[in-house]
């Protein structure tokens, strides 16, 4: 789905939502992850709501990519 660089996040809807997951993540190389869970993000974005503005910016941006995606898919280009 997307190849994310360095200060880049993933998962971010498990903390809003129980749903199953809709994808895997693989590391294509030497990676250092944080896990994050939902206390410890609401106490995080509680002392800095900046925090939350910018997962929810991003996730905005990858809403509109996914959506031209699927209107060049339905497109046929």
């Known amino acids: ?17 129980r749903e199953v997951r809709m994808a895997t993540v693989r590391a294509l190389g030497p990676v250092r992850v944080l ?10 974005v509680h ?6 503005y910018h997962i929810v910016q991003t ?4 809403i509109r990519e996914l959506d031209a995606e699927v209107a060049r898919l339905r497109s046929g280009k």
């Open 1 to 17: 789905l997307a190849v994310l660089g360095e200060r880049e996040f993933f998962g971010e809807m498990a903390i809003f939502e």
């Open 59 to 62: 996730m905005s941006q990858r």
């Open 47 to 52: 002392k800095d709501p900046s925090l939350a």
């Open 35 to 44: 896990t994050v869970d939902k206390k410890t993000f609401l106490r995080r």
